[in-house]
């Protein structure tokens, strides 16, 4: 999946994670480089996940990923204060194309997660 083009786009450019990456050429570091020819690709099994580091705590009001048409059956996006514990802020069906999120008020992490 990429990450998305919302104004401002807090994931450009940030640190981030992953369970896997299926190859170099779709490695994490391709949902924040804003390029849309790039892309994260996992292993493919349950329980992937990708998570950036914002840099700093933020209100969130929304996430937006980007879907190839190999997605997730569902997957649920996280937020945390630590990188550690992680606190479910929606659960999701997935679907292909850019799926734009709202998330519950008072929102609030300086990381994000999505958990497949």
């Known amino acids: 999946w990429a ?3 919302v104004s401002p786009d807090l994931a450009l450019h ?3 994670g992953a ?3 299926k190859s170099p050429d779709r490695a994490a570091s391709h949902v ?6 790039t892309r994260w690709t996992s292993a493919y099994s349950d329980n992937q996940w ?3 580091d ?3 705590a933020h209100s969130l ?3 937006a990923v980007r879907w190839e048409a190999a997605c997730a059956e569902a997957y649920r996006l996280q937020g945390s204060a630590d990188g550690a514990v992680w606190q479910t802020l929606v659960s999701e069906r997935g679907r292909e194309g850019w799926v734009l999120t709202a998330l519950p008020p008072g929102s609030h992490a300086r ?3 999505v958990l497949c």
């Open 32 to 37: 924040v480089d804003g390029d849309p020819n």
């Open 14 to 16: 940030c640190n981030v």
């Open 54 to 56: 914002l840099g700093q």
């Open 50 to 52: 990708l998570s950036i």
């Open 111 to 113: 990381w994000v997660r």
């Open 19 to 21: 369970s896997t990456s």
């Open 3 to 5: 990450a998305a083009a």
């Open 61 to 63: 009001s929304h996430i």
